[in-house]
């Protein structure tokens, strides 16, 4: 069964320090993958995604990701973190290329001064 | 461009009654529309998938006959809560897909308190 897996629950950064956030999927066909964060009470902004072409995509706010197909995972970073990265990151992929997606259970990521 | 709205942003209604939450794709047709339910600190859950003039797909354990959906046109779905109760207090969230398109565009989310 086709599944996304994201760990840890909560991440702390410091300021400036690296921010990585892992995701994995399990599947047997290609998938389409997408990186959202959600601020409090707000819907989900897309940061950045992977559909095909070059594995290492770049997205908004200084975010990037890389699609390793013999790893099954799709890591988001940013090289150093600033207050206002504080929010919910979740990790979506679209299985089979359509626009059905499944969701990781997200990383609530907090910023330490 | 790709914008989504909800309306109401928040809404507060009483055990028994129903409500209904609207969901617009501003600036694109969208053929399909998506309804997701996201309980505190957790991630989304699909409750059912819509496209514009058929009966909406709703995922397994999903009361159709609790969730009502309609997709009446290419720019709007709405979700009706029928008979709210206390525990369907929750943040409901839409996303759009235009045709053939693999990318959904997420409104701002309906918070949803019964009581």
């Known amino acids: 069964a086709q599944s996304v897996t994201q760990l840890g629950s909560h991440v702390s950064v410091s300021e400036g320090a690296l921010v990585l956030l892992r995701c994995n999927y399990s599947?047997?066909?290609?998938?389409?993958l997408f990186w959202y964060v959600q601020y409090p009470n707000q819907g989900l902004q897309l940061l950045l995604k992977?559909?095909?072409?070059?594995?290492l995509v770049k997205g908004i706010n200084g975010f990037e990701a890389e699609f390793k197909k013999s790893e099954t995972s799709f890591h988001l970073t940013k090289p150093s973190a600033h207050m206002s990265d504080a929010a919910e990151y979740f990790c979506a992929v679209s299985f089979y290329g359509n626009n059905r997606l499944a969701f990781g259970k997200g990383n609530q990521v907090v910023v330490i001064p | 461009g790709a914008v989504v709205s909800q309306h109401p942003s928040r809404v507060i209604c009483k055990s028994g009654t129903s409500v209904k939450i609207e969901c617009r794709s501003l600036?694109?047709?969208?053929?399909?529309m998506f309804w997701y339910r996201q309980f505190p600190k957790q991630s989304l859950m699909l409750m059912a998938t819509s496209n514009e003039g058929s009966k909406a797909t709703y995922e397994q354990g999903v009361e159709k006959d609790k969730f009502l959906i309609n997709h009446a046109s290419l720019t709007l779905s709405t979700l009706t809560v029928t008979s709210a109760h206390p525990e369907d207090s929750s943040f409901y969230i839409c996303?759009?897909?235009?045709?053939?398109?693999?990318?959904?565009?997420f409104g701002p989310g309906t918070r949803l308190t019964v009581t």
């Open positions: 600036d694109f047709q969208a053929t399909t």
């Open positions: 992977y559909t095909t072409g070059a594995t």
């Open positions: 996303s759009a897909a235009g045709q053939g398109s693999y990318e959904q565009y």
């Open positions: 599947s047997s066909v290609p998938p389409y």
